[in-house]
C-alpha cells in the first residue's frame, strides 16, 4: 500500500520534488498530495519580470506543472495549508481539509520582507513576487497613465530583485526611482567598484539611483504617493515596490514547534530532514545546516535530496554555489565564488575600463595560482568560463584574462574541467555535456539541451553549449548555402571590400556551381544595399525573387498584388479615390492591410506597369511590399488630434518611411511610431518602434509579430528627433551589415554576441568606432533613392520583360480566371495537374 | 530515325530574349505553356510551366541555378526544385514535370512537342 506524501506549497523547488520522485517512482510507493497557496500551478518565478512583455502568464508555465494525468498526485491549488499536528502527522488547510500524512515536506518559499515604515502599506503599495503582484502593479500603472505626464515609481531596495522590478516598471513606461540602504546598488553580489559603473549604466537607462539612503516614510497626498528619503529627498510617485529582501516563511514550522535557524528559515541537516524525521523542508522556507539559500538552483538541488532520501536513497547537500549572473536592462552583471574576498590571504585584480563600460575583477589565492571569485559588470562575457574555474587553477596570468584583448581567448573552454559546472540551474558537467555530444550523438544545441536539461532554465549557459559542440568538433554550419561556405554577413564584407558588383564574378571567386534560389536573391540584396541602382539592371534580374522580379507579390494563381507606399498611413481623399478607380479599372480585389494601406490583389503581369503608371501618375510610389526591405512605418494619430498625444507621431512616422525606403535588408523591416505611452500603433511589435514622452522619443528594437513575437527592448530614451534618427540609421545598418539572410531584427539581437548590451555599445556609445561610416551609408541610401516602379515605366527593356509570354505579348496567361465573393473577384483555383508518378 | 522527323518544332523568341540563368514562357498553340530556360553556361531546357505544387502557370518565373552540379529551377511559389534536364522534383520524388525539346536555329529558340 503507498504512503502519503504531502507538500505544503508548489513553487518550482516543490515542482521539482514532485517531478523527481514521480519520474523514480514507477511502483507508486508514495501518493503525493500538495497544497498551493496560489491559484495556479507552479510556475517559472526566476522569469517573472518577462512577464511584462505581453502580460501571458502561460510563457511562464513549467511544463508538466500541473500532473494532469498523473494519478499519484493530487493539487490542490488556492488551498494553503495552515496547521500541522505533528503527533497525528496531519495537515489542516485554509479550505478545511484535513490530510493524514507519512511524510510531510515544507516548501512553502519565502515573502518579501518590508520595512515596517510608516505608510507602507498604502494603496499603490507593492511587493514584487508573484504574477498577482504584477497584476496589480500593472493595475495601477494604468490608472497612473490617466493624469498627465509621465507616471513615476520608487523602488525601496536596490538588490537583484530591485532592480528586476525597476526594469519590469520602466517597461511599463515609468521613470522608476531605486532607493538603496546601502552604498551602492546590489550590494551583496558586487564590490564598489563594480557597484559604480553599475550605477553609472543603470542611470544611463533611465533609472534614477539614490544610495546610501534609508526610506523613511511613504505619504498619500493628492491621489500620488510621497516617499520620504532619509537624505531629505522626496519623490512624488505614483506607486512603490517594496523590494527590500525576503524572508523565509517559516511560521507553520514555528507553529508545531520545529527548529528555526537564529535568522528564520526551517532548520534543516544535509538531508533536508527538521527536527522531525516525519518533516522535510527544501527551497527558500529552508535554512539547510543553518544557512538559506534566496536561488533556485540550491533550491533544486534540495529537491533532489530530499526525493532521494523518501526513495530510500542515500543524499547529502553538497552545498551550493550562490553564483548569479544577470542581465538587467541589457547591463550585465555577474558574481562568482568569493567575490568579496573573504578568504585568508586572497588577492584582487582590477580591471576597469570606464570608456566601455565594463569592471572585471578576479579574486585570487596569495600565490595567485588558483582563482577564488571574481564580479564582472558591464560585460560579463567570461563568466561562463570563469564560474567553473573557480577553486582550480588559473590558465593564464590574471591581468591576460581580464584585458580586453585577451578576454575569452585566454580561458578556452578547453580549459575547464571535466567535473565544471556548465549548468549552474540543473547542476549538468562540462563532462555530462561532452558525453552527450561524443556518445550519444547530440549535434546541436537544442539536441544536447533535450538530452542534458543543460540550458533549459534561465539559459545563460546556451551559448557554452554551443562552445562545448565547436570544442568537440561538431561543426554548426555559417555557409549561407551549398554554393557559399561564408555566412551571409562575411559575404557582405566581402562584396563590400571588393567591390565586386555581380553575381558571376562574386561566385566564380568566392563560391562554387552556379547558385540556388537562396543564395541569388541574398546576393541581390546585398548589392541593393550597396548601392548598384535598379534592382532588374542587367544581370541582376535573373538573381531576384520572382517578388522581386516583378516588383509586386506573386498569389497563389499566378497573379500578383500591387501595394502603393501610403507613408504613416497618412492618405489624401483624392488620393484614397484614384487606388478605387484603379481597382475598379483593372478589376482588382481590394483590401486593408495589416500596415496601414491598401492592397490591390489579383493584376496579371501585363497590366502591372499600367497599374503603376496610373499610380506614379497620381503622386504614388511602390510600397516595396514585395522585397526584403522597409515595409511601412505605422502610426497612430498623435497630438495633432489626439488629446493624449505629446507629440506629432504622423509627422515623424512620414519622415521615417520615407528616410528608410527602399533600404534593402536580410529581412523585411518594419516600424511604427505611437504618440503617447498608451502605444496605439504598437510600436513595441516592431523591428524598430519610437514611442513619444514629454521631452521626445523612446526607441525600441527588436520587436517582432509574426511566428515569434517578441516585444522591442528599450534602447534609448528621451532623444530628441534628430538624435532618434541618427540611433535608427546606425541600428539598420549595423543590422544590415552582420545579420543573417531572413533573421528579423528580434532573433539577430538575441543571437548577437552580448546582445542588447553590445548593441547599445556599437551603435550608441560607438564603442567600435564604425558609426560615422554606417552614417555616411545610409546617407547613400537616401541620396540615391529612386521608386522602383518609375524605374521600369522609364526602360523600355525593363518594360519588355512584363508579358505572359515571350512568344505572344500582352496576351494574358489564359489559365488564370476570376469568380465574385462579397462583391469583389477571387481566384478560381486550377486543380493540380500535370503530376506525373515516376 | 521516326521520332525525330516527327516533331514539330516551333520557332519562339530570339536567343536574347532569354537571359543567362533565367526563363521565360511560351504559349503553344494547343494551350500549352512551356517555360524555356537558359543556364550560365547557354544550356537550353523546356518544362512545363504549371507548377504542380500549387498550379499556377509559373515555373519560368523561378530562379535557376544548380543542386550539386545538377541544373535546376526552384518554383517560385513554394520553392520546390526540377531538375531542367528531366523535370524530376528534388524534394518529392513522386513528382515530376513534362519536359520539352528545346533547340537553337539561326540565334532562334524553338520548342518541339514532348
Ligand atoms: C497583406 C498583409 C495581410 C493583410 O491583408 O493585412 C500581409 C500579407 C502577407 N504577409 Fe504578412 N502581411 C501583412 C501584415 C503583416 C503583419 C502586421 C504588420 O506588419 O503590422 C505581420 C506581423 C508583424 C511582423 O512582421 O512582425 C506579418 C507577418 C508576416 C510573416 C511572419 C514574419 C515573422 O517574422 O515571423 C510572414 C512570413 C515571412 O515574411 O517570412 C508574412 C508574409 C506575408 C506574405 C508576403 C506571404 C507571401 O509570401 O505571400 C503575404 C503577402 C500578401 C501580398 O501579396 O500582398 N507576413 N504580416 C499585410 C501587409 C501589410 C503591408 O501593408 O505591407
Ligand atoms: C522577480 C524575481 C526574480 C528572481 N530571479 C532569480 C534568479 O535570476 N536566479 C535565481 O536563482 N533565483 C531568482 N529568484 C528567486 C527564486 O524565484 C526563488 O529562489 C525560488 O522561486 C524559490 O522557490 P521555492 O519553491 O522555494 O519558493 P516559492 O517560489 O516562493 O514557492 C513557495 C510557494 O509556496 C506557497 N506557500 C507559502 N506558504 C504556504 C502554505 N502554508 N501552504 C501552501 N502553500 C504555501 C507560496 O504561495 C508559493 O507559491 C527570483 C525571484 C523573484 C521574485
Ligand atoms: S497571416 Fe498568413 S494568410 Fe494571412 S496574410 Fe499573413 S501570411 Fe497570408
Ligand atoms: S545555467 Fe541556467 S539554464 Fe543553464
Known sequence: MSRTLVVAGHG???????????SEDAEGTWRIVVFGEERRPAYDRVGLTSYVDGWDAGALALPGADYSGDEAVELRLGDPVTGVDREARRVVTAGGHS????????ATGSRPFVPPVPGHDLPGCFVYRTIEDLDAIHAAVERARGGRGRPAAAVVGGGLLGLEAAKALRDMGLSPHVVEMAPRLMPLQVDEGGGALLRRLVTALGVTVHTGTSTDAIEADRGKLCAKLGNGTELDVDLVVFSAGVRPRDDLARQCGLEVAERGGVLVDSSCRTSDPHVYAIGECAAIEGRVYGLVAPGYTMAEVAAARLLGRDATFPGADTSTKLKLMGVDVASFGDAHAATEGALEVVFNDAVNGSYKKLVVSDDSATL???VLVGDAGDYNLLRPLVGNPLPADPA???????????????ALPEEAQICSCNAVTKGAITWAITDEGCDSVPAVKACTRAGTSCGSCVPMLGRLLSACGVEQSKALCEHFTVSRAELFEIVRATRISTFSELIARHGKGSGCAICKPAVASILATLGNGHILNGEQAALQDTNDHYLANLQRNGTYSVVPRIPGGEITPDKLIVIGEVAREFGLYAKITGG???DLFGATVEQLPRIWRRLVDAGFESGHAYGKALRTVKSCVGSTWCRYGVQDSVGLAIELELRYRGLRSPHKLKSAVSGCARECAEARGKDFGVIATDNGWNLYVGGNGGTMPRHADLL???????????IIDRFLMFYVRTADRLQRTAPWIEELDGGLGHLREVIVEDSLGICAELEAAMARHVEEYADEWKGVLEDPEKLARFTSFVNAPGVPDPTISFRTEREQPVPVLLPVPEVVGR | MTAMAQRTWVAVCPVESVPRGDGVAALLDNGEQVAIFRTESDEFHGLSNMDPFSGAAVLSRGIVGDADGVAVVASPVYKQRFELSTGACLDDENVRVRTYPVRIAGGVVHVGSP
Open chain 1, 372 to 374: 577564488l571569485g571574481g
Open chain 1, 99 to 106: 490530510e493524514r500524512y507519512d511524510a510531510l515536506v515544507l
Open chain 1, 12 to 22: 518550482m523547488v516543490a515542482h521539482r520534488l514532485v517531478e523527481a520522485i514521480r
Open chain 1, 400 to 414: 591576460t584574462i581580464l584585458a580586453p584583448a585577451g578576454g575569452g581567448g585566454a580561458v578556452g573552454i578547453e
Open chain 1, 596 to 598: 496601414q494601406r491598401i
Open chain 1, 716 to 726: 534609448v530614451s528621451d532623444v530628441d528627433t534628430e538624435t532618434l534618427i541618427r
